[in-house]
């Protein structure tokens, strides 16, 4: 299943680069993957982390999941992916709110998600400092941190794992000590 995860995954992705870089997207996803994996060896959940944005950011289709991989990925796909038809901001509340709701499953899809997300700004911000922020849709810093932050509160459950551990340093690193103002978006 993992392969043919990594097979759909770097096919749907293709040709696609992170923000602002020249790093092919497929490194996201699948560092995702080893995320979770050093958390559970559950291959659906694996695979889940693979393909978290394939929905959000490519062509391929739900019931094409559903077919190959079965419910349980296809719905923790579903689950992780972002309606780009709102704005950042309520993208983000969306997302919030799924993941405070959702099964220790989906939080762990989501924290290799988010994890290799604040790994990729901590290293971009050590060398472009407050210039990183130009390259998202949500420029303001402070904006990011309520997000990125708020996160850490939905995935609280995971505490006690090394991975939500880095997350948290990092989102200091980054963020610096959380502001209670961030929580009035």
Request: aromatic letters at 8%; charged letters at 35%.
């Amino acid at each position: 299943m993992i392969r043919e995860a990594v097979e759909f995954a770097v096919e749907a992705h293709k040709g696609a680069v992170r923000k602002g870089t020249q790093t092919p997207y497929i490194v996201h996803p699948l560092e995702a993957a080893v995320i979770v994996g050093s958390m559970t060896e559950d291959q659906e959940l694996v695979a889940a982390a693979i393909l978290h944005d394939v929905l959000e950011d490519t062509d391929a289709r739900e019931e094409d999941l559903r077919q190959r991989f079965g419910d349980r990925v296809a719905d923790l796909v579903v689950e992780e992916t972002d309606d780009k038809t709102l704005s950042w901001l309520e993208r983000k509340k969306g997302k919030l709110e799924r993941v405070a709701r959702g099964s220790r499953d989906l939080k762990m899809v989501v924290l290799g998600d988010k994890l290799s997300n604040i790994r990729s700004i901590a290293r971009d911000y050590l060398t472009l400092g407050e210039k990183l922020w130009d390259r998202f849709n949500e420029k303001r810093r402070d904006v990011q941190a309520w997000y990125y932050w708020g996160m850490a509160d939905c995935l609280a459950e995971l505490a006690p794992c090394e991975p939500y551990q880095e997350y948290v340093s990092l989102c200091r690193q980054v963020f610096g000590e959380r502001d209670p103002r961030w929580g009035e978006k």
